[in-house]
């Protein structure tokens, strides 16, 4: 592969991967084909060339999905720097309020798609796309790929602040990285150690199927209470019209409600839903399709929701309950290096509104007892709820009393979720400090706003219509804060990921092989949960890697928010399981 070029774009043709590339103005320096067989080695000989030539700058693979063209150079041990995601791309340069209304990526088109979702991890899956598009995917033919890149590099260079939609591009686009890293990797997960809480917890599991020991136990002490042998605890309109036989006018079989009531049915019936809740979600079912060779390896999708941040689209990697940590075990001879952010929303909030008392609040110490120390509310739970009510819109309640303190004490950062409330009331359009923007109101919406305004409109219309528009304003207010969040996230994850990769490899035989042939051999991210890590180092490692995590969230602040006085706190430990205290 010809070395030279700044970015190389990467699509299928004929019966292989065309990789072309493209001087820093996007013009077409040369274009090669490669075979399935030739391609993972090529990228590997084209990872490990010097790079004098573009100015010491690592190449940049342009692709149209990461999780469709990384997994199989992960499985076949190659491992890339930097790429640009377009999938990814194109869903935040078609929305965002910095890339002009009349720009070409605005258009409706195969790009809009939806993640690629569960990929094998064979490299087959490559070769079995088309030369046109992925069956469930974007484009991936070269010539269409080619067009969409030059596609978004004229939205970008033409949008209202260039640098920050570009660093949000790159910020996903790391992002997707990691996430294939990840699943190829997988979370080292000790499956007896989490069959051993399954049975502490819901008691053991009957040979011949149905409930666990502990949850029939409740089964039977419920149906008791609720003098009826045959009631169905599963089936909230059976369970609710026994209920309600026994004296209970429960509305829902929420957890929230149910507590409400004083009945001795109450205690077994929360508890019994506690555990169908564990194990329906992480139970032995969940362990044996989802833990195999002593790894978890869930299905992660970056940008998987509209604020940015990650979500699952199988394994349920976003929730793994507490207690089943202790079943997260580092390999023989490595560790984990475990890292959470301190109150990660209201520090962005701080900084993006340059609010210097509330950075002042949370310099160096817990933000929610730093409000306490201003005088602004006398303890530190009642901190947290008023800024959570601040945040999320809390209208009731003691979030309602305490936020007008907030707003007398930190005005900047009140005036900041004020304002994108008061914009997504209505019906407007808020964006994050890099340039991702909320989705539009609906035709429907803002129809419904203007019918209930006029002259002909109804009380039941106005009362309706003022619902909606609360509603839109809590989710605008948190919107960009969230988003913003998210993108200190990614930035932090690829700061880590870029740090940790110049860190020695270790012998072969202080591998972990189960971490697959290209992350074996050194640290790497094993689990990310929208304010925490965790790596998976080797335990000669385990001091360079907490404080490469540590520095790297400094290093995300500055990048996003420059010299403005507001720190990342991380809650840091080092230990051979994720198990919190």
């Known amino acids: 592969m ?48 010097p790079h004098a030539e573009t100015a010491g700058t690592a190449v940049r693979w342009v692709w149209s999905d990461t999780a469709r063209w990384y997994s199989p150079l992960l499985a076949a041990g190659v491992r890339v720097g930097r790429c640009r995601d377009l999938r990814l791309c194109h869903a935040i340069l078609r929305s965002s309020a910095l890339v002009r209304s009349d720009a070409a990526v605005r258009s409706p088109s195969r790009w809009d798609a939806a993640p690629a979702g ?11 796309m088309t030369t046109d598009a992925a069956a469930d995917g974007p484009p991936a033919g070269i010539e269409a790929v080619l067009a969409e890149f030059a596609r978004q590099r004229a939205a970008m260079q033409d949008a209202v602040d260039p640098r920050r939609i570009e660093l949000l591009c790159a910020a996903d686009s790391v992002a997707a990285l990691v996430a294939a890293e990840m699943r190829a990797a997988g979370l080292p997960w000790d499956v007896a150690a989490h069959e051993a809480v399954l049975e502490e917890v819901l008691g053991r599991r009957p040979a011949g199927g149905g409930l666990p020991e502990r ?21 909230p309109p059976k369970l609710l019209r026994s209920l309600h036989r026994v004296g209970v006018p429960a509305a829902s079989t929420s957890k929230w409600e149910l507590r409400e009531y004083e009945h001795p049915v109450i205690a077994p019936l929360l508890e019994y839903k506690r555990l169908a809740r564990l194990l329906a979600a992480n139970g032995w079912a969940w362990l044996a399709e989802w833990v195999h060779d002593g790894r978890f390896r869930p299905v992660y999708v970056p940008a998987g929701v509209v604020t940015g941040r990650w979500a699952s689209s199988g394994g349920g990697a976003l929730q793994i309950p507490r207690r089943l940590r202790e079943a997260v075990r580092a390999d023989p001879g490595w560790t984990f290096v475990v890292a959470d952010v301190a109150q990660l929303e209201p520090r962005v909030l701080a900084a993006m509104a340059r609010d210097v008392a509330l950075a002042q609040a ?112 809590r989710f605008t207010r948190n919107f960009v804060v969230q988003g913003t969040a998210a993108e200190w996230a990614a930035a932090w994850l690829g700061e880590v990921r870029a740090r940790l990769a110049e860190l020695p490899a270790v012998p072969p035989d202080e591998a972990a092989p189960r971490s697959g042939p290209a992350l074996a051999d050194r640290p790497h991210l094993a689990f990310f949960l929208h304010d925490e890590l965790i790596v998976h180092t080797p335990l000669g490692h385990a001091d360079a890697a907490a404080e490469i995590v540590r520095t790297a969230a400094a290093s995300a602040g500055r990048l996003l928010f420059g010299a403005f006085p507001i720190d990342f706190p991380l809650e840091l430990a080092i230990g051979p399981t994720a198990a919190k205290d």
């Open 118 to 128: 569960d990929v094998p991890e064979a490299a087959p899956a490559l070769f079995a």
């Open 2 to 49: 010809v070395t030279g070029a700044g970015w190389i774009v990467v699509g299928t043709g004929g019966a292989g991967v065309v990789a072309v590339g493209l001087d820093g103005a996007g013009a077409e320096l040369w274009r090669e084909t490669f075979t399935e067989g030739e391609w993972p080695d090529r990228v590997r000989r084209r990872e490990r060339a």
């Open 362 to 473: 949370a310099h160096g110490r817990d933000l929610y007892a730093g409000i306490v120390a201003d005088g602004t509310v006398p303890t530190r739970a009642e901190a947290k709820v008023a800024m959570l009510g601040a945040m999320y819109g809390a209208t009731t309640g003691d979030s309602a009393r305490l936020v007008p303190r907030l707003r007398r004490a930190y005005p900047r950062a009140m005036a900041l979720v004020d304002e994108a409330a008061r914009v997504g009331e209505d019906g407007g359009v808020v964006t994050t400090w890099l340039g991702r923007s909320c989705p539009p109101a609906s035709p429907q919406w803002l129809q419904a706003q203007r019918q209930a305004t006029g002259e002909t409109g109804t009380a039941a219309e106005r009362d309706r219509a003022r619902r909606a528009a609360g509603d839109r304003g």
């Open 215 to 235: 949850m029939a136990e409740l089964v039977a002490q419920v149906r008791v209470h609720l003098r009826d042998p045959a009631a169905s605890l599963d089936s």
